[in-house]
């Protein structure tokens, strides 16, 4: 079982829809990560917590450490925001580097 | 503007050869890590840097080398020893201190061997 599990792996919606991705850990961390892929490759950083809630613009990041979750939702979702999101934890054991999980695709359309 | 940059974006190479791809960055961060990309799969550590003329293994090093003479640069070069090789390669950078703050991504180099 991988220590980083996000839900759903894919995800379509209509531009307006409120989005929402989940990423659930098995380990103690220092902090999460959100992660924003295009799909040319590269990768932003969205946000990082280590606890309770950031907003950038129309995203919004939670991340509740007792249950070991977080949330990444998207308001008024547009095509643009159409990219893989990956959640990223540093595990409280070696904060040399950051577990991945697998990706959450996600696709607005018009 | 302050990055990371990783060349080239395509690379083709025969099986056999040894191929080096290439990332620096000016932000002036300490370590330093190279990642590899699979389709469903989440990105694996190949190695790691967090000082210069210092690096550590990461989850999937075999087959794979590298160095830190500099702190700006920090090359991957994927040998013939590494079975399955064709994949996406990223590269990235953090300031180091305990919890990783700033991680900053490259593009990417997309590897493909024939």
């Known amino acids: 079982k991988n220590e980083v599990e996000q839900s759903p792996q894919n995800l379509t919606a209509q531009e307006g829809e409120f989005i929402t991705i989940n990423c659930s850990y098995s380990?103690?961390?220092?902090?999460l990560h959100w992660l924003q892929q295009h799909p040319g490759g590269g990768i932003v950083s969205l946000f990082m917590?280590?606890?309770g809630k950031k907003k950038h613009g129309r995203l919004i990041a939670t991340i509740n450490i007792q249950e070991k979750h977080s949330s990444l939702h998207i308001t008024a979702s547009h095509p643009r925001d159409s990219a893989v999101y990956i959640c990223?934890?540093?595990?409280?054991?070696?904060?040399?580097?950051?577990?991945f999980g697998t990706g959450t695709r996600l696709q607005v359309f018009p | 503007d302050g990055g990371i940059t990783q060349s080239p974006k395509y690379l083709f190479r025969k099986e056999g050869q040894n191929v080096t791809l290439s990332c620096e960055q000016n932000?002036?961060?300490?370590?330093m890590y190279w990642y590899r990309q699979d389709p469903g799969q989440g990105l694996r550590l190949i190695y790691y840097?967090?000082?210069?003329?210092?690096?550590q293994k990461g989850d999937i090093a075999e087959g794979y080398s590298v160095s830190r003479e500099k702190k700006e640069s920090f090359p991957l070069t994927v040998t013939s020893a590494q079975k399955n090789p064709t994949a996406f390669y990223l590269c990235?950078?953090?300031?180091?201190?305990?919890?990783?703050?700033?991680?900053?991504f490259g593009s990417g180099t997309r590897l493909t061997v024939v």
């Open positions: 990235a950078s953090s300031t180091t201190g305990g919890v990783i703050y700033g991680y900053t």
């Open positions: 380990v103690g961390i220092s902090a």
């Open positions: 917590l280590s606890s």
């Open positions: 990223a934890v540093v595990a409280q054991r070696n904060t040399d580097k950051l577990i």
């Open positions: 932000l002036n961060h300490d370590a």
């Open positions: 840097s967090q000082i210069v003329n210092d690096f």
